[in-house]
């Protein structure tokens, strides 16, 4: 019976337990897709990823969560990335290939940066629901959004959600009863990213990003590589001073404290990145 190594990282993390945990699989060759979406659904983790050797990259990247495959996704490049670097040696520059692209990864130390896979100016495209019931939806009021939300895509899209103050950011509670009005994805998720500028901190965001569960409900994930870069993609599409660097702050409201760094050059190039810890290795038998 074949045996898989993996490890257990915590991505954005400024503490041992703090951060986005991921589980990584040093070697998926040999694993079909069907045991891929299986070991996901078993570690249970918001995405697992599986390595395998690559033509284009210093490795082919699969990103699973329990329910479906993912193009893909922030934190997991960037504790795959850590891993990478140390199977094949590749030092801080390194390329992985997923199905949304090519992306680069550098690092300083455990500090791992992303090029989001966009280029030009984002995608975007309006809400499609009035403000004030898509403000109802997240438990807030028409006043506390800052501008009308906006599908943004840098890689993944997401509809991001601006407020006028980091009280409404923590003020936002879904309401899961009415799921079945709020608005999908191209590939049909449910998600909303919540966020605000904190005036008290000039460069810091507060934010906090929802989704909806498979068989029903919504969870809260406590850092949103993705949702960053499309936060940089938000600051292209409504006209930001750039070149900028924020640092954002998400997953207080679920004990898994994350500090993600965003930076945004004058060209348009999105750049997410943060600290990866890793905490275990193990081994599967199938």
Known sequence: MPTYAFRLLNVFAESTFGGNPLCVFE???????ATMQALALQFNLSETTFILPSDNASARVRIFTPGYEMRFAGHPTL??????????????????EFLAGVVPVTAQDDV??????????????????PDAELASLLGLQESDLLVSPLWVDTGADQLLVAVN???AVRRANPDSARLDIWPQSSLGRKTAYVFAFDPGQPGRVLSRYFFTKQGGGVAEDPG????????????????????????????EAVGRPCRLRLSVGAGGAIRVGGRVLEIGRG????
């Open 79 to 96: 504790g795959t990335a850590h891993v990478v670097r140390e199977l094949a040696g590749t030092g801080d520059t390194l390329t992985l």
């Open 27 to 33: 070697d998926a060759r040999g694993m079909d897709e």
């Open 224 to 251: 949103t590589g993705s949702a960053c870069a499309n936060l940089g993609g938000w600051l292209l599409a409504t006209g930001r001073a750039l070149p900028a660097e924020y640092l954002i702050d998400q997953g």
């Open 165 to 167: 103050s980091t009280d």
């Open 112 to 129: 791992w940066t992303f090029t989001a896979p966009h280029s030009g100016m984002p995608k975007t495209a309006p809400a499609g629901l």
């Open 283 to 286: 081994t599967v038998t199938l």
